[in-house]
Structures are given as C-alpha cells and as structure tokens.
Antibody, heavy 122, light 108 residues
Framework: EEYLVESGGGLVQPGRALRLSCATS????????MHWVRQVPGKGPQWVSS????????AYADSVKGRFTISRDNAKSSLYLQMNSLRPEDTAFYYC???????????????WGQGIQVTVSS | EIVLTQSPGSLSLSPGERATLSCRAS???????LAWYQQKPGQSPKLLIY???TRATGIPDRFSGSGSSKDFTLTISRLEPEDFAVYFC?????????FGQGTRLEIK
C-alpha cells in the first residue's frame, strides 16, 4: 500500500516562512511526478505545484509563483514545499499527491497524503 | 484556465437510489482528461474515475463516468451508505489543472 505523510505545518505570521515535507513509502518514488494540492474547508482543492521524477522540471500556480519552491529527494523518497512570504490567503490544508506519470504535466492523482494544516495569521 | 462548475451543489437521496452528478467545463477538456474524486469528512480525496470513464483500481462498478468535451457525468447506480460524501471533478487536459467546487451527496 502507498503511504504519503505530510509534516511541517502549523501557525505562522504573515510574511514568514514554512517548509512542508512529505515522506512516502510503498511505491518507487523516483518513477513518479509529485504534486502539492491545497484545500480550504468547504471548497474544491486547488493545485499548488508539481515536480517531475528527477526534479529538473517544476510548475507553480500563479498565486504562489515566486514565493513557493517545490523540491524532492529521491534517495529519501521525500517531497518538500518551501513556502516564503506567506499570506493569510495561503491558509489551507496542504496535501502531497502522487500522479501516475513521470513528467510534471497536469495529471490526476492516485494517492494522497492525509494532509496538514497551514494557518497564516498574526 | 478551465473553470469546472459542478451541479447540483448538494443532493439528498436515499440508499438504493441512483445519483447523477454533473461537471461542466468552461471550455472543452482535451482527450477527455477528466477525473472524479470522493472525499469523506476528515479524509483526503480518493480517486474514483480518470479519463472521464475509467474506474480506478478497487472502485466498485456502481460508479461510472461518462461525457466528453465540456459536459461530464458521474453516476452512482445504487447508493450504498458509504457513498454519502462530497464529490469533486478535476480536469488535467490544460495547465493549470483545476477542480470543481464539489457536490455534497447527503442521506435523505
């Protein structure tokens, strides 16, 4: 069975930074693109960022471009999201998600983590 | 970006009944790159359907997807108690990938 476990969330003041991690197991991490998706309760999910299998191609939603950086460590089967200059509108539940392909083109997600709350507030 | 509009916003039905959920795209979704997810309270979304009509691994055949271009439908043929949840559609034919706002399926 595939497992994705997020960590690193919490309460942070506007303008500060936070780094999310996603530890994975149960599949060959290096074979798949990975994504971050966020969701505000009662709303539909919103795609945030994606990274291809080896990390040399990334993509970002316009709302986070220039502030967030996605990365991965294939040796540790882990995914990361460095979030800088956080804003109140970044408050959401953040999920890491696996796409059953290796490139970072738009795709569907066949495995999701349990998610982690990020709250940006003074 | 492609905006996905789901209808109805909520649906009240009884176990055993048939549920029909709609997802309309603001422009045609290329190659029918549309997926459906189920989300229960406190849980992450679960993939049900991809490619508009292909069931994901382990999904019961009471779930079916249909449609093309701008109009897609998720049908649950006979509702089981565990099917009452929120359902989202997602397009992945054009960057950025986008989700609908969801349909809440409630027990009547």
């Amino acid at each position: 069975e595939e497992y994705l476990v997020e960590s690193g969330g919490g309460l942070v003041q506007p303008g500060r930074a936070l780094r999310l991690s996603c530890a994975t197991s149960g599949f060959t991490f290096v074979d798949f693109a990975m994504h971050w998706v966020r969701q505000v309760p009662g709303k539909g999910p919103q795609w945030v960022s994606s990274i291809n299998w080896n990390g040399d191609s990334t993509a970002y939603a316009d709302s986070v471009k220039g502030r967030f950086t996605i990365s991965r460590d294939n040796a540790k089967s882990s995914l990361y999201l460095q979030m800088n200059s956080l804003r109140p509108e970044d408050t959401a539940f953040y999920y890491c998600a696996k796409a059953p392909n290796w490139g970072n083109a738009p795709y569907y997600f066949d495995s999701w983590g349990q998610g982690i709350q990020v709250t940006v507030s003074s | 970006e492609i905006v996905l509009t789901q209808s109805p916003g909520s649906l009240s039905l009884s176990p055993g009944e048939r549920a029909t959920l709609s997802c309309r795209a603001s422009r045609g979704v290329s190659s029918d790159y549309l997926a459906w997810y189920q989300q229960k309270p406190g849980q992450s979304p679960k993939l049900l359907i991809y490619g508009a009509s292909t069931r994901a691994t382990g999904i019961p055949d009471r779930f079916s997807g249909s449609g093309s271009s701008k109009d897609f439908t998720l049908t649950i043929s006979r509702l089981e108690p565990e099917d009452f949840a929120v359902y989202f559609c997602q397009q992945y034919g054009l960057a950025p990938l986008t989700f609908g706002q969801g349909t809440r399926l409630e027990i009547k």
